[in-house]
């Protein structure tokens, strides 16, 4: 693997897709908690903003990266 592989970019790409998928999972438990529980008023909210932005910002330079990646490659 050389400097110039596009490989830890996919890396990232594929990280991102795991965070959505626990996020997602963690979110929908919060809100369930917050259904069934009392819990304090706008812990939820914050609690799933921050993993719904988190893995959209993930996946996100994983693309981006993983695009910025091959189009290096090719001018070379």
């Not at 991102?16 to 939820?44: D, E, M, N």
């Amino acid at each position: 693997m050389s400097l110039s592989s596009t490989m830890p970019l996919k890396l990232v790409r594929v990280l991102g897709l795991y965070i959505s998928v626990i996020s997602i999972f963690l979110a929908s438990y919060f809100i369930l908690r917050k259904i069934i529980f009392k819990v304090p008023s706008c812990y939820t909210s914050i609690i799933v903003d921050v993993l719904l932005s988190s893995e959209i910002i993930t996946f996100s330079l994983g693309i981006i990266g993983e695009y910025l990646g091959k189009f290096n490659f090719f001018i070379k």
